[in-house]
């Protein structure tokens, strides 16, 4: 019933921007902690970035920081993923996904999933 859209992905040159968004719909969001994944092409699932309920703590993987930046709009229930200076291994399908409570790393522990928004950069 709960979903999750992820939008945004596509095609860009390396040194390129592209902003994720996702959007909930059947329930609201807004106190659970938002998380994007990646799967790139014959790899396992990893994390991304994550933010809190409150929009005030975030973290991200260590590839990612100071390049992307999560953020949130809870009256809007929407997530956002902003990519800068994209690089040929951030080539991946992108998930978002939402946890009740707080943001945990591991895939397993995320309650909803969205289909997903491939992202490819190329070089």
């Known amino acids: 019933q709960a979903q999750l859209v992820e939008s945004g992905g596509g095609l860009v040159q390396a040194g390129g921007s592209l902003r994720l968004s996702c959007a909930a719909s059947?329930?609201?969001?807004?106190?659970?902690?938002m998380h994007w994944f990646r799967q790139a092409p014959g790899k396992e699932r990893e994390f991304v970035a994550a933010?809190?309920?409150?929009?005030?703590?975030?973290y991200y993987q260590d590839s990612v920081k100071g390049r992307f930046t999560i953020s949130r709009d809870n009256a809007k229930n929407m997530i956002y993923l902003q990519m800068n200076s994209l690089k040929p291994e951030d080539t991946a399908v992108y998930y978002c996904?939402?946890?009740?409570?707080?943001?945990?790393?591991?895939?397993?522990?995320?309650?909803?999933w969205g289909k997903g928004t491939l992202v490819t950069v190329s070089s």
């Open positions: 996904a939402a946890r009740e409570g707080y943001t945990d790393y591991n895939m397993y522990a995320m309650d909803y």
């Open positions: 933010i809190r309920w409150s929009g005030t703590t975030t």
């Open positions: 059947g329930r609201t969001f807004s106190d659970y902690a």
